[in-house]
């Protein structure tokens, strides 16, 4: 059930370059176990849009199945959403931005979702480099059906139930490098620092921006012996800062001189990232894995801006798709009448 | 054995081997006697294969303008030794083979009640021709220059044929037209020319095809250009024998008509999805943002589609899929003609859901019924499907010329604009059904600032689109859904009803590529004076007309190209009537087109006449 809020704002609340204020992006009250990381992330979310200063009906939130799959009713209730069906939240993501490049495009989607049923579809709408945010909130687990692993959860890492997970994870980051998505990030949710400017850049970014969010799971994949619980993540959180100064404004913030990497996304927003080391480019997808791989094996998660491609095509780059959006197009623009028929018919004769 | 004869009414089937380059050959022999004025119907009966493997092409030749197969073979074209055996004995007794003389005939073979023909085809080629590509091609030509002189074919309209075909390659136009001049001048120096069977300009046509003014056009190509008439602007799809052709016909009128002469950029967006899952998604996303999309596949992608058939029609998106069928289950043969799907189809995905279904019996029907299935998918807010198949969609079929009214406007159903939200003081409730009609009001994203944004979902949900369990609200989204599918039957297209000149408590219920063979079995039957009358399904739900005639007659034949008899049980299941004893299936589910003959023959035999005519040739076909 998706309960609704009280509609009291606070008379000073601050308003955006829209007019709008942080109240205008939020969404239904969550249904979500107390604790929850998803909960973080839609909050998270919240604060990128308004932030970005996005009029909310020019987002459209797209969901496949399950906990994660649920929350677009808990942001932006002004915005159009479809929550699809399970693991096809891509090619519906597809279609709708095939047909309406004019959108802002957000996906959340978790681990069940994107890793397993929706692999396929996954993998593809990343191969095509779909202009869109696709957040997997990623816990490890199948937490509407009661906890059983899923395809994220680590080799070793213990259930709830004590079993020992014998299996690979897919490491949805590695794989977003491989297959073309143009921009890479990992997150936590529980570090909102380094996760609104990572969805602000996400946004901005001009192709499929991939954030894979470690999200836990407080029911079913908190405990000790969980890789993705709160405390092990903590724990092992290898984490770049990330700054995101939008365009026309100036940027402030001090780093150390020569380890901070400044990124200029397409729309003229500038991305400060603070560089792990000397070696690691992350406009370079062999060196990107590489680092990610380097973390790995000492037992580091690396979350933060991981790879960037901002030159890229996106999808409508590769149609040739005119600039004016598909779905506003007249009879008058697509009907050819009844003398090209003419025509039709005398070449059959 | 005396050579059947017969003028204009005729049945010769080419035995290929595939990949050989015979099929724009074949294709030329049919349009050559098109292009003279007599009626013709050509079939491809091709594996699933690209090379090597034994392919027919069927040419039926009607003066009486029968487009259906009437089963049989007047004449054999046999190129393919492979295949010989089971060619020689389908040709009729008095029939023709006409062979190649290369290698000698394989006498265990031979029969007498047919003539033979020979021609060195094979050392025709290897002496004019050094290339073995060429050696292979014009094997083809020569025999259809061979043809020309045996039933008499206008060797100027082929002629024609060759320049149209290689426009653009002229050099490849002399070389061709020598090779059937090889073959029209082998074929008059060696036999008596024209054979008993064989072609006449100028005779009389049929009463039904007036004045022959018809395009000979595929059900493909003819589906695609109705979705470019609807303004479909996006295709998704994933590539399946026997649909392929559906886009790539809408890629090329695209390509004519809707890029822009001054930016160079697409009004169109075609994307090969990954799986027909994925295709159907992207279909439904681009209609839920107000773009008109389709796809085509086939059965083993309607199986897999089912899954967002049921969230478009529980969430009220409207897609427009074309299912041109073949043969199932599961791979089946995917290179032969089935109506199979009409059960997947009907009832696509778990739960209760029922579809909208169009069945195009020709392709003009192909075409009108695109263009209607957009307006039906979005006044109806639910997937429409195009029933067509392999023989309809892939085959080339004599049709009127298409038509297209230029007054008529695309109907874009219930959608709220900007405008109307803003000038709305109630609260937007996307599932409320405000018109009686079960039919809810939707609004694109994006549309207004602060009105008219809801949820999309697959789950339960009340009438403003917020998710619910409440088992009463659920009954009632159920019960108006319902409601829908009720006022689609004032919708969609009705069937065509053709009462017998007298009397009878007998009928014929047919649809789709069933019309012709069935029409054809119905007037041979009429001359033998046995009436029926006859209704031809065109879509799904039943409209009121089916009820009532299901009712008005004692015995009803349903006609289907399934095992099953899946339109029989569909009609015991979707309406009113008590029809269990009424319903007698006929079916064929070879993989072939069923034949007027078969169908004729069932029906008599049905009504106790089996014995009155046999199954062979009848007397008038002789003469």
């Known amino acids: 059930m998706t309960y609704a809020k009280p509609a009291f704002r606070h008379p000073d609340s601050k308003t955006n370059e829209v007019g709008c204020t942080r109240r205008d992006y939020e969404g239904g009250l969550s249904t979500l176990c107390a604790g929850c990381g998803h909960d973080s992330i839609s909050a998270a979310i919240i604060d990128a849009c308004f932030e970005l200063s996005i009029e909310p009906h020019r987002v459209a939130k797209l969901s496949g199945i399950g906990c994660s799959s649920k929350t677009p009713a808990y942001f932006l209730s002004g915005s159009h959403s479809f929550n699809s069906v399970h693991g096809r939240m891509p090619s519906v993501a597809t279609g709708a931005n095939v047909a309406n490049r004019d959108l802002i495009y957000i996906g959340v989607s978790g681990d069940g979702d994107t890793a397993s049923i929706g692999m396929g579809q996954f993998a593809h709408v990343m191969r095509r480099n779909l202009n869109m945010t696709y957040i997997v909130e990623n816990n490890g687990c199948y937490g509407l059906t009661k906890g059983q692993d899923s395809a994220t959860m680590d080799t070793d890492s213990v259930s709830k139930k004590g079993d020992i997970n014998p299996y690979m994870p897919i490491d949805l980051v590695r794989l977003g490098i491989e297959v073309g998505a143009t921009f890479v990030g990992r997150s936590f949710s529980g570090d909102k620092a380094q996760l609104v400017p990572l969805i602000k850049a996400a946004i901005s970014h001009r192709g499929f921006a991939l954030l894979d969010v470690i999200s836990p799971c407080v029911t079913f994949n908190n405990h000790q012996g969980s890789t993705k619980s709160y405390a092990n993540f903590r724990e092992h959180n290898e984490a770049m800062p990330v700054d995101f100064v939008p365009r026309r404004e100036a940027i402030t913030t001090s780093y150390d001189a020569g380890m901070v990497q400044e990124v200029c996304l397409h729309d003229g927003s500038v991305l400060r990232l603070q560089k792990v080391n000397n070696e690691y480019n992350i406009e370079d997808a062999q060196s990107a894995l590489d680092a990610i791989a380097h973390h790995s094996k000492q037992d580091r998660i690396l979350t933060g801006l991981l790879y960037i491609n901002r030159d890229s095509e996106e999808l409508h780059d590769v149609l040739q798709t005119a600039s004016k959006p598909l779905n506003t197009m007249s009879q008058r623009d697509l009907c050819p009448g009844s003398r090209f028929l003419d025509s039709i018919n005398a070449g059959l004769r | ?623």
């Open chain 2, 1 to 623: 054995m005396q050579p059947k004869e017969s003028i204009n009414d005729f049945v010769i089937k080419f035995a290929n081997v595939n990949g050989t380059g015979s099929a724009s050959a074949n294709g030329m022999f049919a349009k050559a006697i098109f292009r003279m004025g007599i009626p013709v119907s050509p079939r491809n009966i091709f594996p699933s294969n690209i090379q090597g493997l034994p392919t027919w092409y069927e040419v039926r030749v009607s003066r009486d303008g029968y487009l259906g197969r009437r089963g049989g073979v007047d004449m054999m074209i046999s190129v393919n030794p492979q295949s010989f055996a089971k060619d020689v004995s389908e040709v009729e007794p008095g029939g023709y083979m006409v062979y190649d003389t290369t290698k000698p005939l394989d006498l265990r073979h031979v029969r007498r009640d047919v003539n033979y023909l020979g021609i060195p085809l094979t050392e025709m080629c290897l002496r004019e021709y050094t290339d073995s590509r060429q050696r292979q091609l014009f094997k083809n030509v020569i025999y259809v220059g061979a043809l020309a002189a045996l039933l008499n074919i206008d060797f100027a309209i082929l002629k024609d044929l060759v320049r149209e075909q290689f426009k653009g390659k002229e050099k490849l136009i002399t070389p061709n037209i020598h090779a059937l001049e090889m073959g029209h001048q082998y074929a008059s120096t060696h036999f008596t020319c024209p054979l008993g069977i064989h072609l006449k300009a100028g005779e009389q046509t049929p009463k039904h095809i007036e004045e022959f003014d018809q395009i000979l056009m595929d059900g493909n190509t003819a589906t695609a250009l109705g979705a470019v008439y609807a303004g479909a602007t996006v295709a998704a799809w994933y590539p399946i024998t026997p649909s392929t052709s559906v886009v790539d016909a809408f890629e090329k009128y695209c390509r004519r008509l809707r890029i822009d002469p001054g930016t160079g950029k697409k009004n169109y967006a075609i994307v090969q999805a990954e799986d027909e899952l994925s295709a159907m998604g992207m279909v439904i996303g681009a209609n839920w943002n107000g773009a008109r999309a389709f796809t085509a596949t086939s059965g083993p992608g309607i199986s897999l589609m089912s899954e967002f058939l049921g969230l478009a029609y529980f969430a009220e998106v409207p897609a427009v899929l074309v299912d041109v069928q073949r043969a199932g289950p599961s791979t089946g043969m995917p290179t032969r003609t089935q109506q199979s799907d009409i059960f997947a189809a009907a009832y696509a995905s778990h739960g209760d859901t029922k579809h909208v279904l169009l069945f195009p019996a020709t392709p003009a029907e192909c075409f009108s019924m695109t263009v209607e299935a957009f307006d039906l998918a979005e006044r109806l807010q639910t997937p429409v499907i195009l029933m067509s198949d392999l023989d309809l969609g892939m085959n080339e079929w004599m049709s009127p010329p298409l038509e297209f009214d230029d007054s008529y406007r695309y109907d874009r159903g219930k959608v709220l604009t900007g405008e109307e939200l803003e000038a709305m003081t109630e609260r937007f409730g996307r599932y409320l059904d405000l018109d009686g009609d079960g039919i809810p009001y939707r609004t694109y994203p994006g549309a207004h600032p602060t009105k008219g944004a809801y949820f999309t979902r697959g789950s339960s949900r009340d009438e403003y689109a917020a998710y619910t369990e409440d088992g009463d609200v659920y009954v009632r989204n159920m019960d108006r859904l319902l409601q829908k599918f009720e006022t689609a039957k004032s919708l969609v297209p009705e069937a065509k009803i053709k009462m017998a000149d007298a009397p009878t408590q007998d009928a014929l219920l047919f649809f789709g590529t069933t019309a012709s063979p069935a029409y054809e079995a119905l007037e041979t039957l009429e001359k033998e004076g046995i009436h029926l009358d006859t209704l031809r399904l065109r879509s799904f739900p039943f409209t009121q007309e089916v009820e009532d005639f299901i009712e008005a007659h004692d015995r009803i034949f349903v006609i289907e190209q399934n095992r099953d008899g899946q339109m029989r049980r569909l009609l015991l299941n979707e309406t009113n009537v008590e029809a269990n004893a009424k319903l007698v299936s006929v079916v064929e589910y070879d993989g072939l087109p069923v034949t007027a003959r078969k169908i004729a023959a069932v029906i008599r035999g049905h009504l106790g006449v089996n014995n009155v005519t046999p199954l062979v040739p009848q007397e008038k076909d002789i003469a």
